[in-house]
Structure formats: structure tokens, C-alpha cells
């Protein structure tokens, strides 16, 4: 890989990413009404209008309300939320971390399930796991991950009372009740990744299989599994991997539904929250922060197919 | 007359074995699961459209005598805490979900496939800034767009529309482009324009006509996410509201009753599910139908 490809990319990831703060910013400034007026709520006057608005720069004209919010966010200052007038950078600081836990141990959880269930899905073909693996994926993908939730907070927290129905526990507080407390909602947003993956996992294998190298292998008398593992999945990894990164950063997006059924305070909570009270400078910092892990991750794929398949190089 | 006839004498078998070859098509699309599935929408596009008939309350009626009943022979899938009959309201509410599922896809469909047509014909400037826009909409999660919409328009079933309309319009912009940029180097659009057919009715009577068939099936892929989606932003309160029954709503408002009235969560939940799971087989059905090469996905 070279450096000047790694710089190009990053480039790039800067230019969607200023373009879709424009998008926002944009959209967001296309408010019907005044922000200050819907600041204030019912009760105000002409004269607490006009110095609100001159707090906020309201007056200025848009562009250089555009250039002073994404200047400040550059320096890491998101605003303050206009709800409850706290800092965003800091509210997300607190938030960040809870989400990618969540994101990290679903992440794991559809790993487990969709690798080992699409290679063997694969590997026995038109049998009955392979028929009964796929309806179980596409049961997956049809599945709202809110509900799936909300059935194991029934089951698991109300009538055998295994788990607490919700909240987060940090890890700082032992093993033990940081994965009680993360195991459903990792569960749930896990499975629903597990369909697409498996589903992927599956085909590309199932391409790879159908290789010459393969006819090699197994006639040169290598064991079916090292047939599967070492030369089938390896080189059917590229597709799993594209949809392994997309798939992570959607569940950063994901987890929406997810953190308001376990009531877990992550970032995406934070978001329905601000869309919500419309409270703008929150929804815009939000977006923007979702944005660029979404665009890391498929940053961070890009980059290790270089590093799976030596023979992608970057020019 | 019309074509059909001047033929007629030369080949007479030609229209016996086009509907026979038709007959096989159909029978490939009609597999076992697929047909299960189909029966399965069109009752429920039955429900949703003549609902009076077969729900037996109304989606309003409230008993309050009868608050929190489990299913029972007079409430078959119980009541809610306003004494009002679950399975009426899932019918009223397969309306919402249905329809606001397809006027979503069809407004994405409309828009996205103006954009791509007329970016693929043109070319050019045109070609450039719509799909730099479509290029930055299709690199994030659509949700978050779709969030951002909804702050900007107030939750309403019509900003609801209106929101998936547009973050689901960039993938039917992409494939309507691909498809116009390949048709219109054929020879019969390139004759059409040699004869002086004016440009819109070229893109009307001939582009459009021969890549419809992907679109069709794009759009019968995005249904279901558009289904799921209308029920995501129900359940967090940002999509129809009370007391319009839609089925996130109806899960969203049966959770501070899960312990006592389970039936309240699990059944619209289950009705999301299997017309979602219904509507996605179809969709494998057509895309297998419209593309016998591609590999059967499910």
C-alpha cells in the first residue's frame, strides 16, 4: 500500500464528509421560522429576540455561520445543546464510548454466528442446516431489531429475570454485570448483522469453492476443512469483509432503535432525543460524529484488503 | 390492426408456445415459499384496504370495562389500556404500514428514476452535480438522513413520505442511470434520434421501456426496508402518531405494559415481521425471475 493512496483516500473521506456537513447544515438552516424564536417558546419579547439573535449569530450571513460552526467543531467544540445548554463535545464524550462498546460486542456476536453458519451453509449445500441457515438469515433480515429487543427483555428480564430489563454498567463494575447488562441489546443488534453476513459468507464461499485451486487442493489430498478454511474462505474473504465494514458502521446508526429499547444512554439515545426536541446543534453534532465513524470504518476496510489479499495493491 | 394478425397465417403456433413460455415463467416465480408469501400480502393488501370489513371493532372504539383483556373468543388478540380491541387495530394499521410502505417507494421511485434518466441522457454538468449528491447520500446511513428530514419537518405520517422518499431515491437514481447510459447507445434509440424524435419521447417510449425491468425489482427490494423503517420511526415517536394505528407505534406504546400485557408488544411485532418477510421472498422471487443467472439468495 502506498502513502499516497492512504492520503488520497483520507482526502477523500474529508470531502464526503464536508459535503455532508453541508447537506446538514443546510437542510437544518432551512427551518420555517427563527431558531431563536423557537428557542424561546411561547413567551417572549421583540427585545429578547434580537439579542438571542445576536448571541447566536443568527445575524450574520449564512456562510459565515456555516464556517464558525464547522471551524469550532474542527477544534473539537460542538455547541451547546439549546434544551439544556451543556456542552455537546461533552455530552458525546460521555456517550461515545457506551455506543462502540455496544457496536464492538454486537459486532463479535454476529461474527461468531454468521462465519462458522455461512461456511458450513456452504460447504453442505442444498442440504437441510444449509436450507434451514438461509430462512433463518432472511428470517433475520425481516425481523425490527426493536422488537427482537423488546421479546428478549420479555423472556429474559421480566419472566425468568436473568437480566436487568435495561441501563448500562460499566465495566468498572465487574464482568459479570457489564455483559448481564449488554448481552441483549449486543444480541439483538448482532443477530440482525448475522443475516447479511451469513448470507455473504455463504455465496462468496460458495464462489470460491467452484475455483480451480480448489479441484487442486482436495485432488493433492488436503482434509475437506483445510479445503474450506485455508483456501475456500480465505479467498472468499474480500466480499465478507465489504459487508463486515458497512455493516459495522450501519450499526452505529443501527443501534438507535436498540439503545432506546434497553435505555441505554449512547449516542444514538442522544440523537432521538435532539430530533426529538428539534433541538438542532445537537442533531447536526450527532449526524456529523455518526458520520465519521461510519466513514473510518469503511476507511479501515479499505485499507486491510491490502493486508488479507497481498495481491491488491494500492497504486 | 394490429401486428398480431398480418402474422397470424405464417406462424400459427407463434402465440401457443409465447403463452406456454409465459406459463413457465409464471410457475418459476410461484415456488412453494414464494406462493405462501404472496397469499400472505394479499391478504394483508386485503386487510389494509377494506379494513372495516373484517376487523371486528373499530381502531378507535375504547371499553374501558374491558381494559388489558388477554386474547379471548370476544378479543382475539386482546385489548389495550384503552380497553380497545388489538387485532382491529393491527388490521386498520396493516393500512398505514402498507401504504405509507408504497407511496414511500413509489415517490423514491419517481425521483430517483428522473434523476438518473436525465443525468444518464444529458450528461455532462448535469450528469456531474446530481451525482456527486447521490454519491454523498448513498455513502451514509440512510437513517441518519432520514433523522434529519424529520427534524427539519415534524413528525407526520406526510414528512414520514416525504423523508423515506428522498433517502431511498439515490439508489433508483444509480440504477436508472446505469441503465439509460447503455440503452442509449443502442441502435434503436440512436435511429429514433436520427429520425428527429424529440428528445422527451425518446427517453419516455424508448429508454425507459427497456431498463424498467431492474428498477421494477430495486423497488420491490426496497419495500420491505421502507416497511421497516415507517415501524422503526413509529416506535420512536417519529413517525405517525397516536391515535392513527400503526404498528411501531402500537409496539411503542404497548411497552410500559409488557409485564402485564405481553400481548400488546408481541403481536404487532409479529405482524411487522411476517409481512416483511413475506414481502422480502417476493422480492427474491422477482429479482431469481428477473435474472435467472444470479444465484437463488435466499
Known amino acids: 500500500m502506498t502513502f499516497s493512496y492512504l492520503v488520497r483516500r483520507i482526502l477523500q473521506t474529508g470531502i464526503t464528509l464536508f459535503l455532508m456537513s453541508l447537506i446538514v447544515f443546510g437542510a437544518l438552516r432551512a427551518i420555517p421560522g427563527d431558531a431563536a424564536v423557537i ?103 425481516s425481523l425490527p431489531n426493536f422488537w427482537v429487543g423488546l421479546m428478549l427483555i420479555l423472556a429474559f428480564a421480566l419472566s425468568l429475570r436473568w437480566i436487568p430489563s435495561g441501563g448500562f454498567v460499566s465495566i468498572s463494575e465487574g464482568l459479570g454485570p457489564y455483559l448481564r447488562a449488554l448481552a441483549a441489546p449486543a444480541i439483538t443488534l448482532g443477530t440482525a448483522m448475522a443475516a447479511s453476513t451469513m448470507r455473504i459468507t455463504r455465496a462468496s464461499t460458495l464462489e470460491a469453492l467452484s475455483q480451480d485451486y480448489i479441484r487442486t487442493a482436495r ?13 475456500a474462505f480465505k479467498n472468499a474473504m474480500i466480499p465478507i469483509l465489504t459487508v463486515i465494514g ?27 432525543d435532539g430530533v426529538n426536541n428539534r433541538d438542532y446543534p445537537v442533531v447536526m453534532a450527532t449526524v456529523l460524529v455518526i458520520s465519521l465513524g ?22 | 390492426m394490429s401486428r398480431r ?53 373499530g381502531y ?40 405509507i410502505g408504497l407511496v414511500a417507494v413509489l415517490i423514491a421511485s419517481t425521483v430517483g428514476v428522473t434523476i438518473g434518466v436525465v443525468s444518464g441522457f444529458y450528461g455532462g454538468m448535469v450528469d456531474a452535480v446530481l451525482m456527486r449528491l447521490v454519491d454523498v447520500m448513498l455513502s451514509f446511513p440512510s437513517i441518519l438522513f432520514a433523522l434529519v428530514l424529520i427534524t427539519l419537518l415534524g413528525p407526520s405520517v406526510i414528512s414520514l413520505v416525504i423523508t423515506m422518499g428522498i433517502i431511498y431515491s439515490p439508489r433508483m437514481a444509480r440504477l436508472a442511470r446505469a441503465g439509460t447510459l447503455s440503452a442509449k447507445n443502442e441502435v434503436y434509440v ?16 424508448y429508454i425507459l421501456p427497456n431498463i424498467v425491468g431492474p428498477l421494477v425489482v430495486q423497488a420491490s427490494l426496497l419495500l420491505p426496508i421502507a416497511i421497516l423503517v415507517e415501524a422503526t420511526l413509529s416506535f420512536l415517536g417519529l413517525g405517525v402518531q397516536p391515535p392513527t394505528p400503526s404498528w411501531g407505534a402500537m409496539l411503542s406504546a404497548g411497552r410500559a405494559y409488557m409485564e402485564i400485557a405481553p400481548w400488546l408488544t408481541i403481536f404487532p411485532g409479529a405482524a411487522i415481521a411476517i409481512i416483511v418477510l413475506s414481502v422480502n421472498l417476493l422480492g427474491d422471487a422477482a429479482q431469481d425471475w428477473a435474472n435467472p443467472r444470479l444465484r437463488r439468495r435466499l
Open chain 1, 219 to 231: 485432488s493433492k489430498g488436503l482434509r475437506e476443512f483445510t479445503v474450506l478454511t485455508a483456501h
Open chain 2, 5 to 57: 394478425t398480418r402474422y397470424e397465417g405464417r406462424v400459427p403456433d407463434r402465440d401457443v408456445s409465447r403463452i406456454r413460455l409465459w406459463l413457465r415463467d409464471v410457475r418459476r416465480f410461484f415456488d412453494p415459499l414464494s406462493t405462501v408469501a404472496a397469499a400472505i400480502v394479499v391478504l394483508i393488501v386485503l386487510a389494509a384496504t377494506f379494513p372495516g370489513i373484517i376487523a371486528p371493532y
Open chain 2, 190 to 205: 440512436e435511429s429514433a434520434r436520427a429520425i428527429g424524435v424529440p428528445n422527451r419521447r425518446v427517453l419516455l417510449r
Open chain 1, 39 to 141: 428557542l424561546l417558546g411561547e413567551y417572549y419579547g421583540f427585545e429578547e429576540v434580537t439579542v438571542l439573535r445576536e448571541r447566536m449569530g443568527l445575524n450574520d450571513p449564512v456562510y459565515v455561520q456555516y464556517f464558525r460552526w464547522i471551524g469550532s467543531a474542527l477544534r473539537g467544540d460542538l455547541g451547546v445543546s439549546w434544551r439544556s445548554n451543556e456542552s455537546i463535545t461533552y455530552e458525546l464524550a460521555r456517550r461515545l464510548p457506551v455506543t462502540f462498546q455496544l457496536a464492538l460486542l454486537a459486532f463479535f456476536t454476529s461474527i461468531l454466528i454468521a462465519l462458522p453458519a455461512g461456511l458450513v451453509s456452504a460447504a453442505k449445500r442444498n442440504t437441510w442446516f444449509d436450507r434451514g441457515a438461509r430462512v433463518i438469515a432472511l428470517i433475520g433480515i
Open chain 1, 294 to 315: 461510519y466513514m473510518i470504518a469503511n476507511l479501515m476496510v479499505d485499507l486491510s484488503y491490502a493486508i488479507i489479499d497481498p495481491r491488491i495493491r494500492y497504486e
Open chain 2, 60 to 99: 378507535e372504539d375504547m371499553s374501558l370495562r374491558e381494559r388489558l383483556q388477554p386474547p379471548n373468543w370476544s378479543h382475539l388478540l386482546g385489548t389495550d389500556n384503552f380497553g380497545r380491541d388489538v387485532f382491529s387495530r393491527l388490521i386498520y394499521g396493516a393500512g398505514v404500514s402498507v401504504y
Open chain 1, 246 to 272: 458497512v455493516q459495522f458502521g450501519l450499526m452505529l446508526a443501527g443501534s438507535v432503535a436498540v439503545e432506546t429499547v434497553f435505555s441505554i444512554p449512547g449516542v444514538s439515545r442522544f440523537l432521538i
